[in-house]
């Protein structure tokens, strides 16, 4: 069986104190996964470990086949993964709308101009946000700042939206759950490995 991620006695702490306690586990390709627990018990301080966004502090994690205490591969892991942190939107600019903050996240992943616009309406169109495309982030609902939030996470392609690491609350109790598959199956027909086959089978 092929691994998406191994996880090897990690721990991790904040100012002393323990967020995560010799983890260990191993997470299938091709899955979907939810990981389960109460406040408190390092859900998030995982997942943050696993996109590569947090440093690894001690033990040994392997994400799609490389080593992310390595910064080198951290940054080749980044475009490889879409990430959304938890907090209804607080990694939203409130006063910018819809389209400008997916479109400011595109720009921070250096999405070409020439596809910035395709792939925004695209995740638009598949999130259902594309009717409040001109409303700022600040007068969105909770569950619509969270589909932002997926969709500025997702706007680089992450390799065809296969590798998509949620908060558990908002994929669970969120809108995103739907959402979530629904681009899963949408993003295959766009990823950049199909396009790629698509155009060699065209030579």
Not at 142 to 166: D, T
Request: with cysteine; aromatic share 6%; charged share 20%.
């Amino acid at each position: 069986m092929q691994y998406a991620i191994i996880v090897e006695s990690v721990s991790h702490a904040y100012d002393g104190k323990p967020a995560l306690d010799q983890v260990s586990l191993s997470l299938p390709m091709g899955k979907t996964v939810g990981l389960v627990g109460p406040d408190g018990v390092g859900k998030s301080t995982l997942l943050a470990l696993m996109a590569g966004v947090k440093k690894l502090q001690s033990g040994h994690l392997t994400v799609l086949g490389g080593d992310v205490a390595d910064a080198a591969y951290r940054r080749e892991l980044a475009p490889r993964v879409a990430y959304m942190p938890q907090g209804l939107g607080r990694n939203l600019y409130r006063s910018l709308s819809v389209y400008d903050n997916i479109d400011f996240s595109a720009r921070l992943f250096g999405v070409p101009p020439a596809e910035r616009d395709a792939r925004i309406q695209r995740l638009m169109r598949a999130t259902a946000l594309d009717p409040f495309h001109a409303r700022p982030a600040g007068k969105l609902s909770g569950g619509m700042k969270q589909k932002v939030s997926l969709c500025a996470a997702l706007v680089h392609g992450a390799v065809g939206w296969r590798n998509i690491f949620l908060p558990v609350r908002s994929f669970v109790r969120g809108p995103c759950s739907k959402s979530v598959e629904d681009l899963r199956s949408f993003g295959r027909r766009y990823s950049p490995a199909s396009s790629q086959r698509s155009k060699e089978a065209a030579t």
